[in-house]
């Protein structure tokens, strides 16, 4: 029999090997067609029944990906959704059944569904290798693992650990799951098939949950899951966020069997896909797709990238790269400016590397103070991040461009000035593209990539595929004042220290718009960034002309300047603002989103970018924009009701 999907091969040993391969696709995912074809193979090993079945990836890229998203999206009554759940449910609690052991010989990334079918083998062998990864990311997506997860991992791995994975959705690799016992070995890549044939046919027992792991699974299981609860409440509003309750609600009561929570609890299916949440989440999901597509057009490969200006952004631009594998030269006017940079990066690269040495040593060597500016002429990619001032910047890159590689890429960071008052200065101005970051470089994921109307689609693309090779989210966006993101929030803000103006307490707005979904409120937002930039933003956005909010320019006068001079609308300590949490919540979130919704109508309607899936994406991953809401233009349409039907 052959398969459209799968591989299927018996050994003269009587093992069968499963290789998993999904048609027309690079990576594996566990579709409806898939996973029927699945359930014929069982069938298939019934007469005569292998001595042990191994099931592993024929892809280079990895095991599996999970279930197929693109299926949720055809989701739309609570039948089918039962009918999605009760497909994987069954089939893997059939593999858990057969009379033969079973083996997943994990390489590369296992996600969700992909993990829920290795919990369902016997066995679970991981390569020990940087792109194995194993999680079960339902959540991320607004859904519950209810392939088996909610089940098999608290009891494979124990509650604690499994809450924790199911409800943060985060990843592991091989060595961290050897260590919690999510897989029996951990082994390197030449000797896996071997392992896998070796542990498969030693008829060991499975592996077993310590004792009071298992009280923890059992009488104690009320005790655990309220400990979950509150931690999930106090970083997500169940009206927000349904699905982490659901979690720790099915595994509690329902022994992870989401088809057994009857319809009207909230931690039903029912309630689950029919809440707006999935659905934007999958939405979000596949706008970050979209983001990650952009640049796959160019086969740029930078190496090198020179970095100029080691401040608050060019220092973490620098480190980033860095971090991300890139060689790294940066430069400004002195060592001694360039020195807290490289503390701030070794701070970042122990955070990443968990402390181990050697990884932050080999991190720390990519990343060279270059005073002189040597990089210049070998760099690939030339990021300028010094001073907002248009002379210096113009004097800096005629500079550039005479010692540059004529293939390197030329990039400015700059917020508020015009690439093309910039580009003047060069000689091919069609050179020069906007990559622009967002503070804190290692927190946000979104890089806006500015289309001069000089520079050549050839280095916007190029630009896009250098974004991506750092592992950030290009948006693709043309040269107008604030471009996307800040041309967003610029009103937003605005909006909230008029209501300072008005006397409304800052704890009180920034309450309101926490509530709403926002991951930080306006206020706290404007101490961050700085009072200052905010002002000179402000002039940007709004013309000298526009009244700047009272509040905010007493602050500055007074040299108050937000986190980084310690006070701003908020005393900082720490790191924190120091807030009165007894303040109750002011009822202005609609009032202080609307000016942000419009700002991002008008964005679109002037072409800033493409369309507004990308507005949507853009604000969503350059502002943390409540994910749950789908995005700005998702959200006007939603609320205006005038929901714009896909051509
Ligand atoms: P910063 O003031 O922290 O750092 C600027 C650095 O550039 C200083 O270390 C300075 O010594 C150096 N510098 C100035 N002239 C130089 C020259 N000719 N050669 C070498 N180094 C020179 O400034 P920040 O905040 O990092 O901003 C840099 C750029 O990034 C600006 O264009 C700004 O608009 C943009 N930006 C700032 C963001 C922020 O949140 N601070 C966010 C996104 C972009």
Redesign the pocket.
Known sequence: MTYKHWRLTRDDDGLAWLDFDTADSATNTLSRDALSEFDHVLSALTSPAPKGLIIRSAKSAGFIAGANIEEFTRIDSAESARELVKRGWDIFNRLAKVPYPTLALIRGHCMGGGLELSLACRYRIAVDEPGTRMALPEVMLGIVPAWGGMMRLPKTVGPAVALDMMLTGKGMDARRAKKIGLVDAAVPVRVMDNAARMMVTSGAPAHKLPGLQQLMNGPLKPLVAAKARKQVAAKARPEHYPAPYAIIDTWAKYDGNALAVPAGDPASLEAIFQSPTAKNLVRVFFLQERLKSFGKASDFAPAHVHV????????DIAAWCALRGMRVTL???SVE?IAPAIARARKLYEKKHRGDRKQVQFTLDRLLPDPDGHGVARADVIIE????DLE?KR??FAEIEQRAKPEALLA??????KIEDIAQALKDPTRLVGI????PVAMLPLVEVVDGEQSSDAQVQRAAAFVRKIDKLPLPVKSAPGFLVNAVLGPYMHEALKCVDEGMAPEAIDKALVEFGMPMGPIELVDT??LD?AVAAGKTLAGNNAEPPRALMQRVDAGKLGRKSGEGFYVWKDGKAQKNDSVEAAAVAPRIIEPLLQAARRCVENAVVADADLADAGVIFGTGFAPFRGGPMHYLGQRDNTVVLPA
């Open positions: 100029v200006g080691a401040g608050v952004m060019g220092g430069q400004d006017q400016r991040a010094i001073f907002e210096v004097r800096l400015t960071n700059t917020s508020s000035l622009h970051f967002f503070n960034v700085g930039i």
